[in-house]
């Protein structure tokens, strides 16, 4: 029976995971991306420091260097992800987010000279050519399309390689470690970078600037805002990370893994059922086909761990 839940708690963190693309792409109407970041990681970690303030005090050294460096790393992946989400699909926006699966075991090789088997580079083969057909427009003839959007997602997935192949690594030195107190570490770090940085991004051209620009106060005023925020913060962030966790400690590590992949198929479904400033995704037969391969080089590329 506990597996059974467990394997509901890891579908469950799916589907909130892929329904906050959708919530992001709706609420970057009214808030920039950067304080989008800073808000749900500041919600996040104040969440995890009330929930685990008795293991606060375990927190040292070691773990604020490792920790953070690891923070700075989801910080630029949820920062390429989000600037991404405003200018390509939410659909699109989850399913480029997966290459992060297929990278891991290249870094594993060039660090640890852990040669990846021979289904890892069939895998990235595969990938790529799903994202090939799944940036094919509605006529074939028009050729491959990446958006700027497109690529900063697909960046976006380098960074989350390099977040979970440090914190597996770090995790694995020999010391006793705690998941929870990395977990709120690297919130805090995340908030912390997306405070720092939100001032200098013009919301008007969707870029940095050397002029600070001014607290967005009507944002407090904005109820679907608050709601989409308070939902990336508790659900997206702090209740999934808890389920993900549940499925890992109690599911085989492969089936856990392949049940927290649907988060880029649900990503996709919401997008096509829930419209977003009153547009719905659509998927042409060359998009699904890219879905579908995208989806198997995850699986293929999973194998490895």
Known sequence: MIQVLSGLCCLIAAAVWGFAFVVVKDSLAYISPLYMVAFRFSIAAVVMMIVFFQRLKRINKAYLLKAGLVGVFLFLGYLTQTVGCNFTTPGKNAFFTTVYVVIIPFLCWAVMKKRPKWFVFAAVFIQIAGIGFLSLGEDIRDGIRLNAGDVLTLACGVFFALQMFWQGAFSKTGEETDPFLYALIEFAVAA??????????????????????????????????????????????????????????????????????????????????????????????????????????????????
């Open 192 to 305: 912390l970078l997306g405070w720092l940085c939100a001032p200098f991004y013009d919301m008007k051209t969707s870029a940095f600037t050397l002029q600070i620009q001014p607290f967005p106060v009507e944002l407090m005023q904005n109820t679907r805002c608050i709601v989409s925020v308070l939902y990336l913060g508790l659900g997206s962030t702090a209740l999934a990370f808890a389920m993900q966790n549940i499925g890992l400690k109690y599911l085989n590590p492969s089936l856990a893994t392949i049940l927290l992949s649907f988060e880029s198929v649900f990503g996709m479904l919401f997008s096509i059922l829930i419209p977003v400033n009153g547009v719905r995704e659509s998927l042409s037969p060359w998009g699904a086909v890219g879905c579908v391969l995208i989806f198997i080089a995850v699986l293929l590329a999973q194998k490895t761990s």
